[in-house]
C-alpha cells in the first residue's frame, strides 16, 4: 500500500511537471487586464455613446485616458453566491446522490471520491489550469499568464485585476471569476466517478483525474468558452480580429451556456471509456446492486437543483436579464424532465418510482445547461419534455446496447442529455421560436442577419463532435497509463467486502 501511494505522488509530481514544460503551452506575454469570460448569451447591452469631441483649443493637448471600469458590488455578489451554490452541488449534492445509489457497503468510498477530487481539481486549478483554460495563446490552449494566478493582485499599484463580462464596460473581479470557473473543473472530474463507482482503486481515481483534468477538460474549456471579451469590439474589422483569438469551438460559432459540452459530454464520455476499460462488476448482472438508500439520491437531487440555478444563472455573469432567463428555464425544464421520466417509466413499467424522479430532475438538468441563456422559457420547456423520455431511453435501452456497466449511469444521463442539450439549443435559440438570437457587439444588439437553425444545428453538432472525439482519446491514454502504473481495479476479495473498508478503514453505518 505504501509503495502505491509512493508511486502515486511521485506520479503526479511527474505529470505535473511535463504539463508545465509542454511547448504548446509556452509563455505568452503578460496581459495587464483579464480578458476571459466564458461562451454564454451575450445579456442586452445599452449602448456606450461616443464620447463627446473635445472644445477648440488653442494647442493640442492630449486625449484623458478612458476610466477603467469598476466592479458592480451587485454582480459581484451575485457571482460569489452562484460560486457557492455550484460547490452546494457538488459536496454535498453531487456526493449524496451518487452515493444513495450505491451499496451500503461503498457509501463511504464514493463520498470520499467526490469530496477528493473536488479538492484536488480546485488546487490544481488555482496553480496552472486556470491559466490554461482562460488566457490568450492558441485556439486549443492557453498561455501561462496567470500560472499561480499570478499578476491578478498588482502590489506595486495595490490594484486587482478584473474580468470581462458580456457587457461592454461592465466587468467583475478576477479572483471571483477564477473561483466560479474553478467550481465548474471540479464538477465535472467528480461526475466521472459515478460511471466506474464500486470498483475502481481510490489512487488510480486520483491519478486519472490530474490526466484528465489536463489534457481533456482545459483544452476544452478553451476552446469553447475563452474569447477577449466585447470591449475591444467596435467594428467588423475588430470583431473578426479578436475573434481570432477565441477559442477554436467559439470561432466556429458554438453556443454553450454554460458547460453542455464542456462539462457533460466531456465527463460522461471519459465515464463510458472507463467503464468499459475497467471492466463490470464481480456478479454484474447476477447479483442485486440496487441502490441502498434512495433517500440519500432523493436529497442529493434536491440539492443539485438548487445549485444549479447558480450553474446555471450564474454562467451569466451578471445578474440581468439574462440570469433571470436562465434562472426560469432551469426551474422549468427541470420540473417537465422529471415529469416526462416519472410518467414514462409509469406508463413501460407499470410504476412510477422515485429513482426515476431524481433521475429525470437530473436530466433536465443537463438538457437545459447549454441552452438555459439562449432559449425562451417555452424552448425550454420543450427540451425538458424531451430530455426525460430519451434520457429515460438511454439509461435502459442505449446502456444494454452498449453493454457497458455504467454503474451510475453517467452516460445515460450526462451524455446523452448533454447531446441533445447542445443540439436543441441550436434549434430554440431560434428568434422565430422564442430564443435569443445571436448578439452582435459591432452594433450592440441582436444580430440584423436571419437565423439560420439548419447551419446552428450543424455548428452545435461539430461542437459536440469535437468533445466526444478529444475526449474518448485522451481518456483511453489516461486509463492505459494508470494501469500500467497502479493499476485500475482493486482486487476481486476486496471489491466483494467493500471499497468502505478495504480502501478507506471505516463504514458508513454501524450495527
Not at 134 to 143: C, D, I, L, R, V
Not at 392 to 418: E, P, T, Y
Amino acid at each position: 500500500m505504501h509503495k502505491n501511494i509512493t508511486k502515486l505522488l511521485a506520479g503526479i509530481a511527474c505529470l505535473c511537471a511535463f504539463g508545465v514544460a509542454t511547448p504548446s503551452f509556452a509563455d505568452a506575454p503578460a496581459k495587464t487586464e483579464a480578458a476571459t469570460t466564458t461562451a454564454v448569451a451575450a445579456p442586452a447591452v445599452t449602448p456606450v455613446p461616443d464620447a463627446a469631441p473635445a472644445a477648440a483649443a488653442p494647442a493640442p493637448a492630449a486625449a484623458a485616458p478612458a476610466a477603467a471600469p469598476v466592479a458592480n458590488k451587485g454582480d459581484t455578489s451575485f457571482m460569489m453566491i452562484s460560486t457557492l451554490l455550484v460547490i452546494l452541488m457538488t459536496i454535498p449534492g453531487l456526493a449524496l446522490f451518487y452515493g444513495g445509489l450505491v451499496r451500503s457497503k461503498n457509501m463511504l468510498s464514493v463520498l470520499m471520491q467526490v469530496f477528493m477530487v473536488f479538492a484536488l481539481v480546485i488546487v490544481l486549478w488555482c496553480i496552472y489550469g486556470y491559466s490554461i483554460a482562460f488566457t490568450e495563446k492558441t485556439a486549443f490552449f492557453g498561455g501561462f499568464d496567470r500560472l499561480f494566478l499570478n499578476g491578478i493582485w498588482d502590489p506595486a499599484k495595490g490594484t486587482f485585476a478584473a474580468a470581462a463580462t458580456f457587457s461592454k464596460g461592465v466587468v467583475i473581479p478576477e479572483f471571483v471569476f477564477v473561483a466560479f470557473q474553478g467550481t465548474f473543473a471540479a464538477i465535472t472530474c467528480a461526475l466521472i466517478v459515478g460511471a466506474f463507482a464500486e470498483r475502481a482503486k481510490f489512487s488510480a481515481v486520483l491519478a486519472f483525474v490530474v490526466l484528465w483534468f489536463t489534457f481533456a477538460y482545459l483544452p476544452a474549456a478553451h476552446m469553447v468558452w475563452f474569447w477577449t471579451g466585447p470591449d475591444l469590439i467596435t467594428n467588423a474589422a475588430t470583431s473578426a480580429s479578436e475573434a481570432l483569438k477565441a477559442g477554436w469551438i467559439w470561432q466556429k460559432g458554438a453556443l454553450d451556456f454554460a458547460g453542455g459540452t464542456v462539462v457533460h459530454i466531456n465527463a460522461a464520455v471519459a465515464g463510458l471509456v472507463g467503464a468499459i476499460m475497467i471492466g463490470k462488476r464481480v456478479g454484474y448482472g447476477r447479483e442485486s446492486m440496487a441502490p441502498h438508500s434512495l433517500t440519500m439520491t432523493m436529497i442529493g437531487a434536491s440539492l443539485l437543483w438548487v445549485g444549479w440555478f447558480g450553474f446555471n444563472a450564474g454562467s451569466s455573469l451578471e445578474a440581468g436579464d439574462v440570469a433571470a432567463l436562465a434562472f426560469v428555464n432551469t426551474l422549468l425544464a427541470t420540473a417537465a424532465a422529471t415529469l416526462s421520466w416519472v410518467f414514462g417509466e409509469w406508463i413501460s413499467k407499470g410504476k412510477p418510482s422515485m429513482l426515476g424522479g431524481a433521475s429525470g430532475a437530473v436530466a433536465g438538468l443537463v438538457a437545459i445547461t447549454p441552452a438555459a441563456g439562449f432559449v425562451g422559457p417555452m424552448g425550454g420547456l420543450v427540451m425538458g419534455l424531451l430530455a426525460g423520455v430519451i434520457c429515460l431511453w438511454g439509461v435502459n435501452g442505449l446502456k444494454r446496447l452498449i453493454g457497458a456497466d455504467d454503474s451510475l449511469d453517467v452516460f445515460g444521463v450526462h451524455g446523452v442529455g448533454g447531446i441533445l442539450g447542445a443540439l436543441l439549443t441550436g434549434v430554440f435559440a431560434a428568434p422565430q421560436l422564442g430564443g435569443q438570437g445571436i448578439f452582435d457587439y459591432v452594433t450592440n444588439k441582436m444580430s440584423a442577419d436571419p437565423y439560420s437553425i439548419g447551419h446552428q444545428v450543424w455548428v452545435q453538432a461539430q461542437a459536440v463532435g469535437t468533445t466526444i472525439i478529444w475526449s474518448a482519446v485522451v481518456s483511453v491514454i489516461a486509463y492505459k497509463l494508470v494501469d500500467i502504473v497502479i493499476g485500475l481495479r482493486v482486487p476481486e476479495e476486496e471489491e466483494r467486502e467493500g471499497l468502505d473498508i478495504t480502501s478507506h478503514g471505516e463504514q458508513a453505518y454501524h450495527g
